[in-house]
């Protein structure tokens, strides 16, 4: 299975692995699970990946989490990575949290990536910045993504800015927009600088703008 792990995979060639994700050697299990990621997904295939969250083996739960990035269409899919949000361990949670940015529609899965946006752990913060990205934004997303603007992490922040994007009718997120253009961070003002590329700025905010890019 570690031979596939970077293939792009038949159907076929995915439900040859099907097996694998049950074998008694974890690190087959989860070379299988980063492997079948790479190709369509069958019920039984999703059900296998599923299941496979609940797994002892830390590292099977993160692979099978990312496996399911894109069989979201599913329910279940949807609630199994809402439980991952949950999950003990920090890149399992990350994994959910990219994963749930291709069901974004779903208000559940918004929520879930508010609460994440302020996890311990700054890799999962940032991955669900990123995943708001793709999402239409409620006043608690824009206002928890502005506070995230001010995240220790460089990373978090400029994609909260990205997210942001998405807020640009919000005075609110594009004053913190305006502000982050004085970010110690390269990334995070060149973030900041293209989500005020969408914005319709009042004449206040303009003035601001203009003191920002002068300082």
Do not use: M, W
């Not at 279940?76 to 990219?98: G, H, I, N, P």
């Not at 913060?125 to 603007?149: P, Q």
């Amino acid at each position: 299975a570690s031979a596939l792990r970077n293939a792009t995979l038949s159907e076929e060639a995915v439900n040859a692995l099907i097996p694998a994700l049950k074998d008694n050697n974890k690190e087959v299990r989860e070379n299988a699970a980063v492997a079948i990621s790479n190709g369509p997904l069958s019920e039984e295939t999703i059900n296998l990946l599923i299941a496979a969250l609940k797994d002892q083996n830390k590292y099977l739960r993160e692979t099978a989490t990312y496996s399911l990035k894109n069989a979201t269409q599913h329910s279940r899919v949807v609630t199994a990575l809402l439980s991952a949000c949950e999950d003990k361990y920090y890149l399992v949670r990350e994994s959910a949290a990219t994963a749930l940015s291709n069901a974004t529609q779903h208000a559940e899965a918004v929520n879930a990536l508010i609460a994440a946006l302020k996890d311990n752990d700054k890799e999962v913060r940032r991955a669900a910045a990123f995943a708001l990205s793709n999402a239409t934004l409620s006043e608690e997303a824009v206002n928890t993504l502005i506070a995230a603007l001010k995240d220790e992490n460089e990373e978090v922040r400029a994609s909260a800015a990205s997210a942001l994007n998405n807020a640009t009718q919000h005075a609110e997120a594009v004053n913190a927009l305006i502000a982050a253009l004085k970010d110690e961070n390269e990334e995070v003002r060149a973030s900041a600088a293209f989500a005020l590329n969408n914005a319709t700025l009042s004449e206040e905010a303009v003035n601001t703008l203009i003191a920002a890019l002068k300082d």
